[in-house]
């Protein structure tokens, strides 16, 4: 087993067939031609992606000891469903343009209003389409882990997780958006975003899912095991995602190089630069975070305040200590040898990622 693909490309055929399996159920609610197009926006945006939370919660599985069970693929890809109700609507929240390399869905559907010559406002109908959208996939995400064919017994006992899961990413969307509108940026706000806004809800609580519904109860070495692991590797994959956003390469993460920096997102990278800057590179900071006109230019500029001060190193050397820390606790967990071969890959694969 390779350490950076195997794990992923085990799952990923059995998820992308689960949620195509799952929209064809619901087709015949979208005959009218006026309605097909919410179908076809979803079809489009669920298809690809990396999907690492269905990695997760299906390792997990492996690892409490859980065989092939085509119940386990649908439930864990109905994470995927999940994800993509999150982005439609953190696109909305962050005014994004583009989302994969395409105009992200409040935007296309803005273009629809515009291109038609439609009554009121294009804007306001693409945001408010975008919302909708969202919400369907946050019920189908639902429907699918209710139907997914696992035992009612295991996902009785794994609902509560479930629940939590949702709550933690709808409160850690609700954090990001109170530091930007704080205008904060301290070591403390910044990591407590990256755990509640992708950390829980991307590896955690993915991994506690599958361990839960394979053990079929809820045992202290599976929470040590998820706050140990997943905790650390959940926050390592934000940061990575933190340092993706300013400095990543745009045909590969798919969004305009410094997104994040027009979008004024307070990640850690800010925060620990401005721990770090003089008072030229602080204003320099303070006058072009959050700019959405920021050009290439600017990009720049901020791009060489966060380097020079040491940020974006600070930050690849939390990312390799978290991830060392999760892999030495995978190291004494009770579990599947197969499985924590895998969990040590996807652990590497979601902090080394460059989209």
Same mark, same amino acid.
């Given at each position: ?9 085990? /799952?990923?055929p059995?998820?992308?067939?689960s ?45 409490a ?6 119940g ?13 109700s ?11 343009? /583009? ?34 959208l ?28 479930h ?9 850690g ?11 904060e ?34 045992h ?25 956003? /300013?400095?990543?390469?745009?045909a ?17 990278l ?7 800057a003089? $008072?030229?590179?602080?204003?320099? /900071? ?37 991830? $060392? ?10 579990? $599947? ?19």
């Open positions: 087993m390779t350490p950076s693909a195997a794990p992923l490309d085990h /799952v990923r059995e998820v992308d067939r949620i195509r399996e799952f929209l064809d159920r619901q087709r015949p609610l979208f005959d009218d031609p006026q309605l097909a197009v919410l179908l076809s926006t979803a079809e489009g945006f669920l298809t690809g992606g990396k999907r690492l939370r269905p990695a997760f919660c299906y390792w997990g599985w492996r690892a000891g859980g065989g092939e069970e085509p386990l693929h649908m439930a864990a890809a109905s994470l995927e469903l999940l994800q993509a999150a982005l439609i609507h953190d696109d909305v929240m962050d005014a994004s343009d /583009v989302r994969r390399g395409m105009p992200s869905v409040h935007r296309r559907f803005e273009q629809v209003h515009a291109d038609s010559g439609w009554h009121g406002s294009a804007e306001q109908f693409g945001e408010g389409v975008a919302v909708l969202g919400n369907l996939l946050l019920v189908w995400a639902g429907e699918m882990w209710r139907t997914s064919g696992l035992p009612a017994e295991a996902l009785a006992v794994a609902q509560p997780v629940d939590h899961m949702l709550t933690e990413l709808m409160c969307q609700y954090l990001d958006l109170l530091e930007q509108a704080q205008g940026s301290t070591f403390e706000g910044a990591l407590r975003v990256a755990l509640y806004k992708s950390g829980k809800y991307s590896v955690e609580q993915p991994l506690r899912l599958g361990l839960v519904l394979a053990a079929r109860a809820r202290d070495w599976i929470d040590r095991l998820c706050a140990q692991y997943g905790t650390q590797v959940g926050i390592a994959f934000q940061l990575r995602d933190d340092v993706l956003g /300013v400095f990543g390469d745009p590969e993460t798919g969004k305009p190089a410094g997104d994040d920096l027009r979008e004024g997102k307070r990640t850690m800010i925060a620990r630069a401005l721990a770090e003089s $008072d030229v590179q602080a204003q320099a /900071v303070r006058s072009l975070l959050g700019d959405p006109d920021l050009d290439a230019r600017g990009v720049e500029r901020l791009r060489s305040v966060i380097e020079d001060t040491g940020a974006l190193a600070a930050c690849e050397g939390m990312i390799k200590r978290y991830l $060392d820390d999760a892999l030495h606790a995978l190291e004494q967990a009770p579990i $599947d040898e197969t499985a924590r071969t895998a969990l040590a890959a996807l652990a590497v694969a979601a902090t080394t990622r460059r989209t």
